[in-house]
């Protein structure tokens, strides 16, 4: 059973920085994609960033220049590092991981998420 523990969350002011680690309990390398979700209160949950197992990395638009996602596959943990934070960056951030398989000619989609993560950017 494969799980998604994040960690790192908290209270910071405008302007500082949180890093979030998700710590996956199997092979980070069985994943097609890892990265990042958040949700905040009254709005739909939408993609921060994500990172293919080959390297490629896909920012929102709204993070790029601030956050980075790098992985350490030797931990199976990937990090979010989040700089310059802004109040409209508050929302619970939740770990996604994607795996791909293809059985007898048919496409397995998998998603697994954490239970995610607060953040809260306020003075």
């Known amino acids: 059973q494969v799980q998604l523990v994040e960690s790192g969350g908290g209270l910071v002011q405008p302007g500082g920085s949180l890093r979030l680690s998700c710590a996956a309990s199997?092979?980070?390398?069985?994943?097609?994609?890892m990265g990042w979700y958040r949700q905040a209160p009254g709005k739909q949950r939408e993609l921060v960033v994500n990172?293919?197992?080959?390297?490629?990395?896909n920012y929102a638009d709204s993070v790029k220049g601030r956050f980075t996602i790098s992985r350490d596959n030797a931990k199976n943990t990937v990090y979010l590092q989040m700089n310059s934070l802004k109040p409209e960056d508050t929302a619970v951030y939740v770990c996604?991981?994607?795996?791909?398989?293809?059985?007898?000619?048919?496409?397995?989609?998998?998603?697994?998420w954490g239970q995610g993560t607060q953040v809260t950017v306020s003075s």
């Open positions: 996604n991981a994607e795996k791909v398989s293809v059985v007898a000619g048919k496409v397995h989609w998998y998603d697994y």
């Open positions: 990172i293919t197992s080959g390297g490629r990395r």
């Open positions: 199997v092979s980070i390398f069985s994943f097609n994609a």
